[in-house]
């Protein structure tokens, strides 16, 4: 079985794809089939998260890319830059994780945020969209893994 392990920057043209939901690409380990129906893992640091686009080497040096899949998101807009941030403000509080854009606020879609975001004040549209959400806000500290490693460095330098 084909297993990917090595995040890489490079350009060169992936041998194999995925696409995966938001939730799959956080999880660091996980079984896959590729576009071309290969049965494959992904075996990374845990707590990097994937991005669109990201390539993974195995080692063999064949590239795996992943694709951000469509997934059924809410999009909470609303002309008022105040009552924008005021959602933003509400979503955050309850540690969703969203990905902000211009005037529009994207989740997973989840009814109880679709509810107290129109009583707000905002339009709420279902969509299928893929879902690429703020870094940081990652409930299970996303980018934090290195900390306990950190402390001979004498203070820390947040990414």
């Known amino acids: 079985m084909l ?4 995040l890489v ?4 043209e992936p041998q194999h794809r995925v696409a995966l939901s938001f939730h799959e690409r956080t999880k660091g380990r996980l079984r896959i089939t590729t576009e071309a129906g290969i049965d494959a893992g992904i075996q990374i640091e845990r707590g990097q998260i994937l991005d669109h ?3 993974i080497a195995n080692d063999k040096g064949e590239l795996l890319q992943v694709i951000a899949k469509n997934e059924s998101v809410s999009v909470a807009t609303s002309e008022s830059p105040l009552l924008f941030a005021r959602a933003c403000y509400h979503v955050g509080n309850r540690h969703a994780e969203v990905q902000i854009g211009d005037q529009e606020l994207i989740y997973l879609h989840d009814h109880v945020m679709d509810e107290m975001l129109i009583q707000l004040g905002l339009n709420v549209s279902a969509q299928q969209l893929p879902f690429q959400p703020e870094n940081g806000a990652y409930s299970a500290g996303g980018h934090s893994h290195s900390h306990d490693h950190d402390h001979h460095h004498g203070h820390h330098h947040e990414h």
């Open 9 to 12: 920057d490079e350009l060169n």
């Open 53 to 55: 686009g990201q390539l």
């Open 3 to 6: 297993i990917f392990t090595e």
